[in-house]
């Protein structure tokens, strides 16, 4: 998405990692005195994820989503290679083309993001893109008679559209819905491709990495829409805060709670986000969803953490957040 690039964050831990010995490690300097609770961290990232979108939102009046999109790859490129800085010439053939695929899979996800937002309210839209991750994490486990948890949030999401009627700006807009849904397809095709990264790199290197490669594709058509416009100090100051809040932090915040939560436990508290996305729209945006629309969302929060609650615990797929 970043998150919204929500991106995902060690995606090494996202399905099925590899048993690994433990063994007893000496705390880090940075991991050392008092840590936040891992429960609050990620309810920070979220937090910080939904602000990053709310900010977009802002920017749209002025450039559009393909704009807006287009400043928060490239800018969080920037800042992420700075961060992570990957030594790329010491990546192997089938690293760079996992890296390629990342980034292609992030650059459509966040494009077709910031397109569904632009259209239907924040909530909304994060509640249809989450049904992609909640399909692949329900394929993954390989029981099939988990497939309930999939007609609940497809029920959820058809309650969350008849809701509609009568709020905001009354039926969700048909282009706003498909936006939502191709985002997510890829946001699926993000987790996938970025599992396959972190069996060879386990860090942010390849995620910064697929950010650049995203922002590749993306900034040339934010250019095209908004030219100098991008260059606005105001339009580039809601622009980097918004790479920040949508990246930078959520990345902080995960890889620190992950050291220390079970998986379990985050995909459970990551199903909250529809939920979260649409009282942020509520609070920030007075994009106010009505009653059955609400009910809508929490269906689709239920299906996922049902379906995480279910799976075998060592089968549990970590649900990343998205944009």
């Given at each position: 998405?970043?998150?919204?690039?929500?991106?995902?964050?060690?995606?090494?831990?996202?399905?099925?990692?590899?048993?690994?010995?433990?063994?007893?490690?000496?705390?880090s300097?940075a991991?050392?005195?008092?840590?936040?609770?891992?429960?609050?961290?990620?309810l920070?990232s979220?937090?910080?994820?939904?602000?990053?979108?709310?900010?977009?939102?802002?920017l749209?009046?002025?450039?559009?989503?393909?704009?807006?999109?287009?400043?928060?790859l490239?800018?969080?490129?920037?800042?992420?290679?700075?961060?992570?800085?990957?030594?790329?010439?010491?990546?192997?053939?089938?690293?760079?083309?996992?890296?390629?695929?990342?980034?292609?899979?992030?650059?459509?996800?966040?494009?077709?993001?910031?397109?569904?937002?632009?259209?239907?309210p924040?909530?909304?839209?994060?509640?249809?893109?989450?049904?992609?991750?909640?399909?692949?994490?329900?394929?993954l486990?390989?029981?099939?008679?988990?497939?309930?948890?999939?007609?609940?949030?497809?029920?959820?999401?058809?309650?969350?559209?008849?809701g509609?009627?009568?709020?905001?700006?009354?039926?969700?807009?048909?282009?706003?819905?498909?936006?939502a849904?191709v985002?997510?397809?890829?946001?699926?095709?993000?987790?996938?491709?970025?599992?396959?990264?972190?069996?060879?790199?386990?860090g942010?290197?390849g995620?910064?990495?697929?950010?650049?490669?995203?922002?590749?594709?993306?900034?040339?058509?934010?250019v095209?829409?908004?030219?100098s416009?991008?260059?606005?100090?105001?339009?580039?100051?809601?622009?980097?805060?918004?790479?920040?809040?949508?990246?930078?932090?959520?990345?902080?915040?995960?890889?620190?709670?992950?050291?220390?939560?079970?998986?379990?436990?985050?995909?459970?508290?990551?199903?909250?986000?529809?939920?979260?996305?649409?009282?942020?729209?509520?609070?920030?945006?007075?994009?106010?969803?009505?009653?059955?629309?609400?009910?809508?969302?929490?269906?689709?929060?239920?299906?996922?953490?049902?379906?995480?609650?279910?799976?075998?615990?060592?089968?549990?797929?970590?649900?990343?957040?998205?944009?």
């Amino acid at each position: 998405m970043i998150s919204h690039l929500g991106w995902g964050r060690d995606a090494a831990r996202w399905y099925r990692p590899k048993p690994v010995a433990r063994t007893a490690r000496t705390p880090s300097p940075a991991s050392s005195g008092l840590q936040p609770p891992p429960v609050l961290l990620v309810l920070g990232s979220m937090l910080s994820l939904q602000f990053g979108a709310a900010i977009a939102t802002e920017l749209f009046d002025d450039i559009g989503p393909s704009g807006a999109s287009a400043l928060r790859l490239g800018l969080a490129a920037v800042v992420l290679l700075a961060w992570a800085r990957p030594d790329v010439r010491s990546w192997t053939a089938r690293h760079r083309r996992s890296v390629v695929l990342l980034g292609l899979s992030m650059a459509v996800m966040n494009f077709a993001f910031y397109e569904a937002v632009s259209r239907i309210p924040l909530g909304a839209a994060i509640t249809i893109e989450f049904l992609g991750p909640l399909g692949l994490a329900v394929a993954l486990t390989r029981r099939w008679r988990e497939l309930v948890f999939v007609a609940l949030a497809l029920a959820g999401v058809a309650i969350l559209g008849l809701g509609q009627h009568g709020s905001v700006e009354g039926a969700l807009d048909p282009v706003g819905v498909v936006a939502a849904l191709v985002a997510a397809v890829f946001w699926a095709a993000y987790i996938w491709t970025g599992s396959r990264l972190a069996t060879t790199d386990p860090g942010i290197g390849g995620l910064a990495a697929a950010c650049a490669v995203a922002a590749v594709v993306v900034v040339p058509i934010g250019v095209a829409s908004s030219g100098s416009e991008l260059l606005d100090p105001r339009v580039l100051g809601l622009g980097l805060a918004m790479a920040v809040l949508a990246s930078v932090v959520p990345y902080s915040f995960e890889l620190r709670a992950l050291e220390r939560m079970a998986k379990r436990t985050f995909s459970i508290l990551v199903a909250l986000e529809p939920a979260i996305g649409a009282l942020v729209g509520a609070v920030l945006l007075d994009q106010h969803l009505g009653a059955l629309s609400w009910l809508g969302v929490a269906m689709v929060v239920a299906a996922g953490i049902g379906a995480t609650a279910t799976a075998p615990a060592d089968q549990a797929p970590l649900l990343p957040e998205s944009n």
